[in-house]
Every structure is written in structure tokens, then in C-alpha cells.
């Protein structure tokens, strides 16, 4: 009787755990959409290629953390959509580039909308091209991100 009961016991916590996995699988597909949906309608070409060097993607890179960054100045800005981020960690992937290590890192990081670093990552470009005026110094809020599309991409 006990084995019985324990049997059933492992069969219902199975079940539960199967429950809670679509669960997950759900609610991190509603976080997806929620995270892209500011890039609908924008279209936008990068001008990279496979051929592209690594201080063009650089500066693509540079432009895309535009949106996400507070800094005195910015000169350009690349929508850091889902799309045109595969783009650039294609691109990396596949160069030799001085930096590549790093800025495929970055490219990752980004897939995975983890922006937990976007300061830095802005810096490091910055810091590339020996800038003088525009340095990072924080995250722009999530309805600050919204007006800097709204107003350079749309």
C-alpha cells in the first residue's frame, strides 16, 4: 500500500513539475514579446557585412547602446533590435577581429537582453574611438529608452 501511495505521490509531483515548465516556457515568451514590441515598424539598415572591419561594427555597436545610455552627447543611434543584434554577433562570430572575444561577449549579452552592463559596454566603444565628450554615465529609464525611439527611429 505505501509503495502504491509513494508511487502516486512521485507521479503527481511530476505532473506538477511538467505544469510549471509551460508555465516558465509561457511567461518567458510573454517577457519576448514585451521586451520587442517597442521595435515594431522600425526598419533599418546597419550597412555591415561580412566584409565590414571591426572599427565599422564598432561603431555600429557604439550607436546601438545610444539608446540605452545617459551621456552629455550622442552622435548617431542604431536601434538595438533583435534583429539587427544577430546581425552584428553573426558578423563577430565569424571575423578575426583584434576584439572579437569581447565584443562577441557583448553581442551575447545582448541576445539574451541582458543590458545589466550597457554603461560599460557604451564606455568601451567610447573609450575606442578616444572620446572626449559623451561618456556614459547611466542607464536611461525604460520610458526614457521609449521617447529615444520614438523620436530617432520611428
Do not use: C
Request: glycine share 4%.
Amino acid at each position: 500500500m505505501e509503495a502504491r501511495e509513494a508511487k502516486e505521490q512521485i507521479e503527481r509531483e511530476r505532473e506538477d513539475e511538467k505544469i510549471e515548465a509551460k508555465r516558465e516556457a509561457k511567461a518567458k515568451v510573454a517577457e519576448l514579446e514585451a521586451k520587442t514590441a517597442i521595435y515594431d515598424g522600425i526598419e533599418f539598415e546597419t550597412g555591415l557585412d561580412e566584409g565590414s572591419t571591426e572599427t565599422e561594427v564598432m561603431d555600429v555597436m557604439h550607436k546601438m547602446t545610444h539608446q540605452k545610455v545617459r551621456s552629455q552627447d550622442k552622435w548617431g543611434a542604431i536601434p538595438m533590435s533583435p534583429k539587427i543584434i544577430e546581425e552584428v554577433y553573426k558578423i563577430v562570430d565569424s571575423s578575426d577581429f583584434q576584439h572579437r572575444d569581447r565584443l562577441l561577449s557583448i553581442a551575447a549579452r545582448w541576445r539574451d537582453f541582458d543590458f545589466s552592463t550597457i554603461v560599460q559596454d557604451h564606455n568601451f566603444f567610447w573609450e575606442d574611438k578616444e572620446g572626449t565628450v559623451g561618456k556614459a554615465h547611466g542607464t536611461l529609464s525604460r520610458a526614457e529608452e521609449v521617447e529615444f525611439i520614438e523620436v530617432n527611429f520611428k
